[in-house]
Nanobody
Framework: QVQLVESGGGLVQSGESRRLSCVMS????????IGWFRQAPGKGREVVLC????????YYEDSVKDRFSISRERAKNTVYLQMNSLKPADPGIYFC?????????????????WGQGTQVTVSS
């Protein structure tokens, strides 16, 4: 059974950086597209970016293109979301999610597995 566990959230100052981790168990990370979603306070869950390969990311928010990136450490079966220059608009609960086939999508319903989320709070 595939499980995803996010970690790395917390309280950060505006302009600082944070790296989130998403550890997959129950399967090999290489089989899955991994999306990162954010649920902002009072809003629904929206995809921020997605990765099918370690150096390839699909960005769904223009505001994060120069600040966020995804990487994979296959030896640890872990996906990282590097978040630089955090802004007050960035906070929320961040979820990693996994989809097969190995294709990113903006459609939340296509992602099969979800982590429990990790809270990111940005103080301004």
């Amino acid at each position: 059974q595939v499980q995803l566990v996010e970690s790395g959230g917390g309280l950060v100052q505006s302009g600082e950086s944070r790296r989130l981790s998403c550890v997959m168990s129950g399967d090999t990370l290489d089989y899955w597209a991994i999306g990162w979603f954010r649920q902002a306070p009072g809003k629904g869950r929206e995809v921020v970016l997605c990765s099918t390969r370690g150096s390839e990311s699909t960005y769904y928010e223009d505001s994060v293109k120069d600040r966020f990136s995804i990487s994979r450490e296959r030896a640890k079966n872990t996906v990282y979301l590097q978040m630089n220059s955090l802004k007050p608009a960035d906070p929320g609960i961040y979820f990693c999610s996994a989809r097969r086939p190995y294709i990113c999508s903006v459609q939340e319903s296509l992602y099969r597995y979800w982590g429990q989320g990790t809270q990111v709070t940005v103080s301004s």
